[in-house]
């Protein structure tokens, strides 16, 4: 007789797994179906419906004239340094002029006059760092980034009714913008 271990001898089936599936059969299957619940709702009716929140959104979103529409342009695509320079002045008037609008807190009103006269003083002065030399360009870059960064926080202060916070950042803005003209 081999020598082999006494549990394999014993007990053979334990060391094979066997693994059982209990499967329905094919025929009870086609008998009882599973009811799913029937809705009038179809693919195409969803689409309308989509296409159709999209179409009315599209007018909300993209639509500048209200204060809260996006504004996608940076620069102008075909803005040269001559119109960009003699643009400049006029925007920066503008900008300037939401004091009035401040002064009798008319703040809706001074956020669309703002967001309208950054956004074009923003591709003016843009363009004109862009054609600078390499080495006053990093200057005029932290100026613009302080400029405009000021105009956020302005059009944020004007948007929770804080009139010394407003007042604040027009001052920062002014002194900005002197500066950068004078640098210009």
């Given at each position: 007789m081999a020598l082999v271990p006494r549990f394999v001898q014993s007990s053979p089936l334990?060391?094979?797994?066997?693994?059982?599936?209990?499967?329905?059969?094919?025929?009870?299957?086609?008998?009882?179906?599973?009811k799913v619940p029937k809705s009038n709702f179809t693919r195409r009716i969803g689409a309308i419906a989509t296409m159709a929140k999209v179409l009315l959104a599209r007018e909300a979103i993209f639509?500048?004239?209200i204060a809260n529409g996006f504004d996608f342009k940076m620069v102008a695509p075909g803005q040269t340094l001559e119109e960009a320079e003699s643009g400049i002045r006029g925007h920066a008037?503008?900008?300037?002029?939401?004091?009035?609008?401040?002064?009798?807190?008319?703040?809706?009103?001074?956020?669309?006059?703002?967001?309208?006269?950054?956004?074009?003083?923003?591709?003016?002065?843009?363009?004109?760092?862009?054609s600078k030399p390499g080495s006053m360009r990093p200057q005029l870059r932290k100026l613009y980034s302080n400029l405009f960064n000021n105009v956020t926080r302005l059009d944020?202060?004007?948007?929770?009714?804080?009139?010394?916070?407003?007042?604040e950042y027009y001052e920062k803005i002014a002194i900005t913008l002197d500066d950068i003209l004078s640098r210009i």
């Open positions: 334990y060391l094979s797994p066997t693994f059982i599936c209990h499967l329905k059969p094919s025929f009870l299957l086609r008998e009882n179906p599973e639509n500048v004239k008037l503008a900008l300037l002029q939401v004091k009035a609008l401040i002064e009798s807190e008319a703040w809706k009103d001074m956020q669309k006059a703002l967001r309208k006269s950054s956004s074009l003083l923003k591709q003016d002065i843009y363009t004109i760092i862009q944020y202060a004007a948007r929770d009714n804080d009139a010394t916070r407003v007042w």
